[in-house]
């Protein structure tokens, strides 16, 4: 007994529990290598395929020379080589190339010699065909390369146009570019050949089944007439609310100058400086309100319009001019409820006026397009700018948005 246990541990059991401490020891280098990738950031799209095709030793080329105790383990272990994707015959190769797009076969040809010859231009030519071709470069952009199969974001484009067929330019890129067929009140036509609508509140096309339905048109039976020029989503909700915040507001002026006018006509009756323009105020204030119904899209109605408001806002001066003058001069006097009254609703009608020929300016000045906020390139403080501009829009006419002025 003594002498077989003397014979295990022997000089020749020696190789087998090397063998054991070698395989015990890869174990835990490749659970330390597992752990460290699980502990890797996260990468985008474009450094997975990068990584995933990275450049490996070619199939039939020798392993690298392992070290004498992991080469033993190695054959005990009979463990495959990795697969990688250089590992792929080429006709596979060719058979993923026809799935990629323009963006993601660019991506490729930078990755490695091999994938930069095999997407060759020539090469793309006899691997897709001549209108397989054309097809997959009309569905991409020619300024940002984004693919849209459908061809829904991207404006249409013909023979004529330079680049051809890589020619076609998506919504996004045409804002940036300020292109002219993305102009409110006029009609662009999309990639898939149908003819739309701009957007009056974020400038964008009105793609089928995205805008508001129009009323029957009695001449074509089961077809409408085209709708109002918005989204019916998130711009007609926005427009709706702008005519309500106006409405509202309407009413609110109409009770400020009549409440003004009559606060004079009570207690301000001998006062020329506040009764004279109060009363007048009163008068344009009703003309004014006639404009709202009948001004229609002709500029020259919003020009009367402005001068009318030029008028009332010159009027309430005077009377808060008076009030005030009469509250400093007389610093022993009270001031009672009546003349601090006046003097807020007169300060509230003139500083409402004001806002009104901000807004009206705004109306005669951008006729009115108020859809650069919502280009891609916008900046904060022109983005703040236009805001502005919408509010003071919102203020004056928001129905002016949906006319475009003629210049009479």
């Given amino acids: 007994m003594a002498t077989t246990a003397t014979s295990d541990v022997g000089p020749g059991a020696g ?15 490749s659970l330390a290598n597992k752990g460290k990738q699980h502990a890797r950031k996260p990468e985008d799209g474009h450094a997975q395929i990068t990584r995933l095709i990275a450049i490996q030793p ?10 004498s105790e992991e080469s033993s383990a190695g054959k005990d272990s009979h463990e495959k080589p990795p697969l990688h994707l250089l590992a792929l015959p080429t006709e596979l190769l060719n058979n993923i190339l026809r799935h990629l797009n323009f963006v993601s076969i660019l991506e490729l040809r930078k990755t490695c010699r091999f994938f930069h010859t095999l997407a060759s231009p020539p090469q793309l030519r006899v691997l897709f065909g001549r209108e397989q071709l054309t097809t997959l470069l009309l569905q991409h952009c020619k300024t940002c390369l984004v693919h849209d199969p459908f061809r829904s974001n991207l404006l249409s484009c013909s023979h004529e146009d330079e680049g051809w067929p890589l020619a076609s330019q998506c919504v996004d890129c045409a804002l940036v570019a300020n292109d002219e067929r993305l102009k409110i009140g006029k009609r662009v036509k999309l990639g898939t050949e149908d003819v739309v609508q701009i957007c009056r509140w974020c400038g964008r096309p009105i793609r089928n089944h995205e805008g508001v339905a129009g009323p029957p048109d009695p001449n074509s039976p089961g077809t409408r007439r085209d709708g109002r020029p918005f989204h019916k989503g998130n711009c007609y909700r926005s427009y709706n609310n702008s005519l309500l915040f106006f409405f509202i507001l309407g009413w609110v002026q109409l009770t400020l100058g009549i409440t003004g006018a009559g606060l004079s006509w009570r207690y301000w009756r001998g006062a020329v400086m506040v009764f004279a323009p109060s009363v007048t105020s009163f008068l344009l204030l009703w003309i004014v309100m006639g404009f709202l119904f009948f001004r229609g899209s002709r500029k020259r109605a919003y020009r009367y319009t402005l001068l009318l408001e030029l008028a009332i806002l010159g009027c309430w001066i005077p009377p808060v001019y008076y009030i005030s003058m009469q509250i400093v ?24 006026r004001l806002f009104n020929v901000m807004g009206n300016v705004v109306i005669l000045c951008s006729t009115p397009d108020l859809t650069p906020r919502k280009k891609p390139n916008a900046g904060l403080f022109k983005r703040a700018i236009y805001k502005l501009m919408l509010w003071s829009v919102a203020w004056t006419y928001p129905p002016s948005v949906e006319h475009r002025l003629s210049s009479v």
Avoid at 58 to 67: A, G, V
């Fill in 329 to 352: 001069n007389h610093p022993e006097r009270d001031v009672d409820a009546a003349m601090q009254a006046a003097l807020a609703l007169f300060g509230l009608n003139l500083l409402f």
């Fill in 58 to 67: 070619k199939p039939n080329s020798p392993p690298h020379p392992p070290d």
């Fill in 15 to 29: 190789a087998p529990f090397s063998s054991i401490i070698t395989t015990v020891r890869r174990s835990l280098t």
